[in-house]
């Protein structure tokens, strides 16, 4: 094998130029949020802009740049997007009929790429090559790896502002068709802003987890509400599919030490991380964090292997049976499946575990009640009746697993807004629900 210096060099160009070898018809694969090679994606858009591609399509998910091909419908058929997951970029392109979404566990995706998907190209930002000729897949590994087996091609952005993760994925110069160096900030989520109901909410949870527990949090001011009120408890762990900004001030406060879990212990795993500055400065060169597939992070089998397992999910709406809607409103298009399920289920099936599924009572001010007697037509079911566990708003706890549909029924329309109690109680009893 030639000398990795002169490997990198042989293979170094720009993103433009990159972009150039890209040819119509063309399917190009990403992984989430900071791996994307935003310059590289960027370059490939403006040359469909000026008539010179058709037929291109770019997967994403969780998208932490704007694209053109999201936000234009006039790109349409030159370059279009397909998301696993989609974040507010992708929503109006998915709704407006110019950009296509793939239905599925976030756990499964490896599994779909390598039975059902084949690229022309995969296109990750990583962090620079190390003295042996590695590069860090950096804060995303989530099916990366995945990726690599179905491509026929790989190109790589390296960014100097990427942290280097330790423990997690690496790809070899050998492996990479051509690179293009660059130096960007990383994309940083505004925090979020706790009001009076996410913090009574996450009151709620948190006296809800015991010492010891290993959690899991998603995004939102729920989430942030109950990390916070952690901070008071000792011997946390963190098994999670995101490793967010609250999950570094537990451990920075000494409230998460991972010394109680059944596995990985004394570390924190994840299969990415994203948020702010200081989640980026944690992960670089540090041996406590696993950035690890998401076949294996989010798998049920996995995750209930540690004891006292928390899982903390949101959803858009609620029914009297306990499923769950937290991908449209309606038949509108708003997200993906994610890893709820896989932590509701591993949540469930761990010894001592709880599963939380958290949410403001109401919608648009007060006019819309979140629980309903029924979905709204056309609403997406995520998590079924038989999985739901705990259901939390700011007026209590309904415990729905194993109850019947009377007591779901009754302990849900008593954490309904008061505004909308009677009227769910005169829905239950027209459809004849024993309340």
Same mark, same amino acid.
């Given at each position: ?8 060099? /042989? ?61 234009? #419908? ?82 790589? /952005?390296?960014? %100097? ?33 706790? #009001? ?27 989430? #942030? ?168 708003? /700011? ?27 009677? /009227?769910?109680?005169?829905?239950? %009893? ?6």
């Amino acid at each position: 094998m030639k000398d990795i210096h002169a490997l990198y060099n /042989e293979k170094l160009t720009s993103a433009a130029e990159l972009a150039s070898r890209v040819e119509s018809g063309w399917l190009i694969g990403m992984d989430n949020a900071i791996s994307q090679p935003k310059d590289f994606i960027n370059a490939v858009s403006d040359r469909a802009k000026k008539g010179e591609l058709s037929g291109v399509w770019v997967q994403t998910m969780l998208d932490s740049y704007p694209y053109a091909f999201y936000e234009d #419908d006039s790109l349409n058929g030159k370059i279009n997007g397909i998301s696993w997951f989609s974040s507010a970029g992708s929503r109006k392109a998915v709704n407006g009929g110019y950009a296509d979404v793939v239905p599925g566990y976030y756990r499964d995706m490896p599994s779909h790429i390598r039975s059902s998907w084949d690229y022309d190209t995969v296109a990750i930002s990583v962090s620079p090559m190390d003295s042996h000729g590695y590069f860090s897949l950096s804060c995303t590994n989530s099916y990366a790896e995945a990726l690599l087996d179905k491509t026929k091609r790989v190109y790589l /952005e390296i960014n %100097r502002q990427l942290p280097r993760a330790v423990r997690g994925s690496q790809i070899h110069i050998s492996r990479v068709d051509a690179l293009y160096e660059t130096d960007y900030a990383l994309p940083v989520l505004p925090p979020a802003k706790l #009001d009076e109901t996410s913090t009574i909410i996450g009151g709620y949870i948190a006296e809800m987890i015991p010492d010891g527990a290993c959690i899991q949090l998603g995004i939102g001011a729920i989430p #942030d509400a109950v990390g916070a009120a952690l901070k008071s408890k000792h011997d946390l762990g963190i098994h999670t599919e995101m490793f967010t900004d609250s999950m570094v001030e537990l451990i920075n406060c000494g409230a998460v030490n991972n010394s109680k879990k059944q596995t990985h212990r004394y570390r924190s795993v994840t299969t990415f991380a994203f948020g702010s500055q200081r989640i980026y400065d944690y992960v670089d060169d540090n041996p406590a964090i696993e950035i690890l597939p998401v076949d294996y992070v989010n798998d049920p089998a996995v995750i209930c292997l540690n004891d006292n397992m928390i899982s903390i999910n949101a959803a858009l709406e609620v029914d009297f049976w306990g499923q769950v809607c937290a991908e449209s409103i309606g038949t509108k298009h708003v997200s993906g499946s994610g890893g709820q399920v896989d932590y509701v289920r591993g949540a469930c099936q761990s010894k001592g575990g709880k599963s939380f599924i958290a949410f403001p009572s109401t919608a648009k001010g007060g006019t819309i009640s979140k629980i309903k007697p029924i979905l709204t037509p056309g609403a997406i079911v995520t998590t079924s009746k038989n999985d739901v566990d705990y259901v939390v708003t /700011e007026f209590g706890v309904a415990h729905l697993r194993g109850q019947s549909l009377a007591s779901r029924t009754k302990q849900l329309i008593a954490i309904a807004h008061p505004d909308f109690r009677d /009227e769910l109680t005169f829905e239950a %009893r027209k459809r004849g629900i024993m309340i």
